[in-house]
T-cell receptor, first 111, second 112 residues
């Protein structure tokens, strides 16, 4: 069965610092991978997705993610975070007819 | 930009009551989903719906749950007799193809 692990429950970074959120997945075939962001009280917004091709994918809000098959990882990165990036971030893998989500990583930004 | 719309944004109901959560998917989308998120937990899949029938459902989606697409625009989730543990944020999602999903803002259901 598909599964997603986000090892970091909570991360705090300073505004302007770089960010990397980790995601490991388990899936038998070539995965479809996603990162979603959830701001407080809001729904899930798609940041980026990987289906195939270039393993470095660009998303909205300056985020990017790199697919590494050998490590079963799909880590999310941003070179310089802004206070508005404070939110919950969810990694997900596409299974049969559904998305399987990780536990989420809560990102706090220090001024 | 088209978006998935959910109503109401917050619903409070008494235990044992029936609730219907409503969703208007993006208009040209063909696949529809319900997910839920219990406070502080991960987002969990409930059900997927395609071609006017359920295509997959999770163990959570028992006989107390049902979905319907009563017309060309709405997609509903009904919980027949709510329990305290049904309290959660319920997300509707839709997609053109079955490889990704666009989510609504969610309905927060509180069962008291």
């Amino acid at each position: 069965a598909q599964s997603v692990t986000q090892p970091d429950i909570h991360i705090t970074v300073s505004e302007g610092a770089s960010l990397e959120l980790r995601c490991n997945y388990s899936y038998g075939a070539t995965p479809y991978l996603f990162w979603y962001v959830q701001s407080p009280g809001q729904g899930l917004q798609l940041l980026l997705k990987y289906f195939s091709g270039d393993t470095l994918v660009q998303g909205i809000k300056g985020f990017e993610a790199e697919f590494k098959r050998s490590q079963s990882s799909f880590n999310l990165r941003k070179p310089s975070v802004h206070w508005s990036d404070a939110a919950e971030y969810f990694c997900a893998v596409r299974g049969a007819q559904k998305l399987v989500f990780g536990q989420g990583t809560r990102l706090t930004i220090n001024p | 930009e088209p978006e998935v719309t959910q109503t109401p944004s917050h619903q409070v109901t008494q235990m044992g009551q029936e609730v219907i959560l409503r969703c208007v998917p993006i208009s040209n989308h063909l696949y529809f989903y319900w997910y839920r998120q219990i406070l502080g937990q991960k987002v969990e899949f409930l059900v997927s719906f395609y071609n006017n029938e359920i295509s997959e459902k999770s163990e959570i989606f028992d006989d107390q749950f049902s979905v319907e697409r009563p017309d060309g625009s709405n997609f509903t989730l009904k919980i027949r007799s709510t329990k305290l543990e049904d309290s959660a944020m319920y997300f509707c999602a839709s997609s053109i193809v079955d490889t990704e999903a666009f989510f609504g803002q969610g309905t927060r259901l509180t069962v008291v």
